[in-house]
């Protein structure tokens, strides 16, 4: 038994049985991984796939309890590698953070640069994906740590931790009729086209939510993933935007003004999430405290510690 065919059977289940893919992640071939799934398979007197001749297709009922061993094995081959580093002394290293946009561009550039004065010998490498890519990434150690506003609580082999709640905001050009108003109302916004993120993206279930329990309907004629893309069209007069309120308050677009809307829906909150079981280095404790400085590192090891 050997790490090479524990990472083939880990890689062939992630990849959906295509090997082609289990090569490429592996730097080996095809008919490589084949080799060490089967021996591993002879080794262990079971078979861990399901086959449809030789193309695998699935997980047998002992591949399913087998493949939850691997995965515990392989994350502590990396705790082990990041503890000797963090043993022996050793400085440098590279933090990867999987994230959404809005958090790249508006919040995490104040934190990785105090980051970087404090650890100057650290890569840090940003991953910028949807709240659901994010997850996957941290859970298959691909990122050390991810930060997003949605999903990152349903995921049972992350722990994350709450980090700052925040708004959306309406931005409109200032010629605007929503501008003149005191006090923007749900129906007052339906009553316009609007612009705002993706499904699943920066809190969106949350301006779902408020017009549906209201049961207005909506006429949302345009979505993205960038705050500054939304912007960008509001201004064109495209529609009204709805953004979050931290892009507004790093960089509102030329000719636009922004609208509260804390009153309209619901608050948001952004999470930070690592795997459980993961050891964290030193820096990469320094990093969550430093995003959300609320926590203590107290806080950061207990949960580690009991997987809360």
Not at 154 to 165: R, T
Request: hydrophobic residues 45%; negative net charge.
């Amino acid at each position: 038994m050997n790490f090479q065919q524990l990472r083939s059977i880990r890689e062939a289940a992630r990849r959906g049985y295509n090997l082609t893919e289990v090569a490429s992640v592996l730097f080996t071939s095809q008919p490589g991984v084949s080799r060490q799934i089967r021996e591993l398979e002879e080794e262990l007197g079971v078979e861990i796939f399901e086959r449809n001749g030789k193309r695998l297709t699935g997980l047998t009922e002992p591949g399913k309890g087998i493949l939850q061993i691997i995965e515990r094995l392989l994350l502590e081959a990396e705790n082990l590698r990041q503890a000797s580093q963090e043993y022996s002394g050793e400085k440098s290293g590279t933090l990867s953070i999987a994230t959404t946009h809005t958090q790249a561009r508006y919040v995490l550039p104040r934190v990785v640069q105090a980051f970087r004065e404090s650890f100057p010998q650290v890569r840090v490498a940003l991953q910028q994906s949807s709240p659901e890519h994010i997850a996957e990434w941290v859970i298959s150690g691909k990122a050390d740590i991810g930060i997003a506003t949605e999903g990152l609580s349903q995921f049972e082999d992350l722990i994350s931790f709450p980090c700052y709640s925040w708004n959306h905001m309406i931005v409109v050009p200032q010629a605007h009729p929503l501008a003149a108003l005191e006090r923007v109302t749900l129906k007052d916004l339906s009553a316009f086209p609007l612009i705002t993120y993706d499904v699943g993206f920066t809190g969106r279930s949350h301006i779902d939510d408020a017009f549906a329990q209201a049961n207005i309907g909506t006429d949302i004629v345009l979505t993205a993933m960038d705050s500054d893309v939304i912007q960008q069209y509001a201004s064109l007069g495209l529609g009204v935007g709805i953004v979050a309120s931290m892009a507004v308050e790093h960089n509102c677009a030329s000719g636009l003004i922004a609208l509260e809307a804390a009153h309209l829906f619901a608050p948001n909150v952004t999470r930070l999430a690592v795997r459980r079981g993961a050891y964290l280095r030193t820096y990469m404790l320094d990093f969550i405290l430093q995003f959300a400085p609320q926590l203590s590192r107290a806080d950061v090891e207990t949960a580690l510690r009991h997987g809360a």
